[in-house]
């Protein structure tokens, strides 16, 4: 983990005095950037009294998210449900959601009036997440981790969220983005440039794999997360075993595929999304095996043979997709994922490229670990 939100002495004030808001009138002691999520701001909150809790404060990109009030009833909604679903059938391990932390007003968001949107979440208690998976069963763990949230989420009816990102995971609607942008000619061309344009030409037809399969009924919409990627699983420091998947903004009607897809593209790259060696990536296939492991011993009771017939195009596609993505917000002047530098996101498309190339050569390989593993 990294600390991409830095922040000056009069930021932090301000945002001490946000984080009292949540702290049940208790003095606050340390703020601190937290993770290295790509979209919201996350900092780390420690209280006075040493025997209380620290939570986690969030500022939402409402530049993402227009309605973030909507993010917040999703999920009251997706945890109410998660947490009468165990109660009634229990699991038999540690699980846990985290829960939306109320203002001294007994409203679950803080909006300054600059418009800025704050809230605040439990911290799941001896915790930690990894951007990069360090062995086959803490990838094991990562498969169980999504296959036990599309598992209590399984009757959570999609209809009851609403829509928090429109156009989310919907790939021709990225495309669509992608030759807007192209069309303005507005952006430096590079030899890198030049690459990811004539990839992104090659595979034009992966956009809609998935889409069509929805259209034509092979693929049903059921609730999805959205951003299962490994740094949203948290493992218990001291069993080592996932115990939560949190950044619940995305949780909404959507193919479960693309969280399929999206947890094996970040498990299964070693080097991590974030490498500059973007030709070393590779997609690790014996990471692939134990994703699917864990999640398949959580979702075989719901997926169907179309289900299994689509994972290979998920992980092609969502890795696909995610290229474009950064590719599009470089083209466009990096305005919509964290940057650190001007060519982040243009170094982060090639690292997913080539992914793409990488899960391509091993087609064969990874549909028999599919069929194997049935
Ligand atoms: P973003 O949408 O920017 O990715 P996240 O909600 O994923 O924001 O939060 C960023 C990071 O903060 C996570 O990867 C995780 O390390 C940490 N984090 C967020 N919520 C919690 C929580 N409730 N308990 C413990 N850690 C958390
Ligand atoms: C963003 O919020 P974070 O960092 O977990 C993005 C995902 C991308 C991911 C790539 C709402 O996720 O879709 O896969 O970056 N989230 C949103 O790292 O766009
Ligand atoms: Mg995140």
Request: hydrophobic share 35%; aromatic share 10%; with cysteine.
């Amino acid at each position: 983990m990294d600390q991409n939100n830095q922040f000056d002495k009069f930021e932090r004030s301000q945002i001490m005095a946000i984080a009292h808001k949540f702290s049940a009138k208790r003095q606050v002691a340390d703020i601190q950037p937290f993770g290295s999520g790509n979209i919201n701001d996350t900092y780390l909150v420690s209280l006075q009294e040493s025997s209380a809790k620290s939570f986690i404060l969030q500022r939402i990109n409402t530049k993402v998210f227009r309605e973030p009030k909507l993010v917040m009833q999703n999920m009251q909604t997706y945890a109410n449900h998660v947490r009468d679903r165990i109660k009634n059938s229990p699991l038999d391990r540690r699980w846990d959601v985290p829960q939306v932390l109320q203002t001294d007003q007994g409203q679950d968001y803080w909006q300054t009036e600059s418009g800025e949107f704050w809230r605040s979440l439990s911290f799941i208690a001896d915790s930690q997440s990894f951007d990069v998976m360090e062995s086959i069963e803490q990838v094991r763990e990562v498969g169980y981790a999504l296959g036990t949230f599309h598992h209590l989420t399984s009757d959570l009816a999609p209809e009851r969220l609403a829509d928090t990102l429109e156009g989310f995971h919907i790939t021709p609607c990225y495309f669509r983005q992608y030759e807007e942008v192209l069309a303005t000619g507005n952006f430096n061309r590079s030899p890198e440039v030049d690459y990811c344009l004539q990839f992104v030409r090659d595979r034009k037809g992966l956009a809609y794999i998935l889409e069509d399969a929805k259209a034509t009924g092979k693929l049903p919409l059921r609730t999805m997360h959205g951003d299962p990627k490994v740094n949203n699983i948290l493992f218990d420091r001291q069993t080592k075993l996932s115990v939560s998947v949190i950044d619940l903004d995305t949780v909404k009607s959507g193919l479960v595929h693309y969280d399929i897809g999206d947890c094996l593209r970040s498990g299964c790259n070693p080097a991590g999304e974030e490498t500059n060696q973007w030709e070393d990536v590779q997609f690790d296939t014996e990471l692939c095996q134990g994703i699917l492991q864990g999640y398949l011993s959580m979702a075989q009771s719901f997926l169907t043979e179309h289900d299994y017939a689509y994972i290979y195009d998920a992980v092609r596609v969502i890795t696909f997709e995610l290229g474009l993505r950064f590719l599009t917000d470089y083209l466009a002047g990096n305005i919509y994922f964290h940057v650190k530098h001007p060519e982040h996101n243009l170094l982060r498309s090639l690292v997913q490229f080539r992914l793409v190339k990488s899960i391509e050569s091993q087609q064969s390989v990874i549909n028999k670990i599919i069929k194997d593993i049935r």
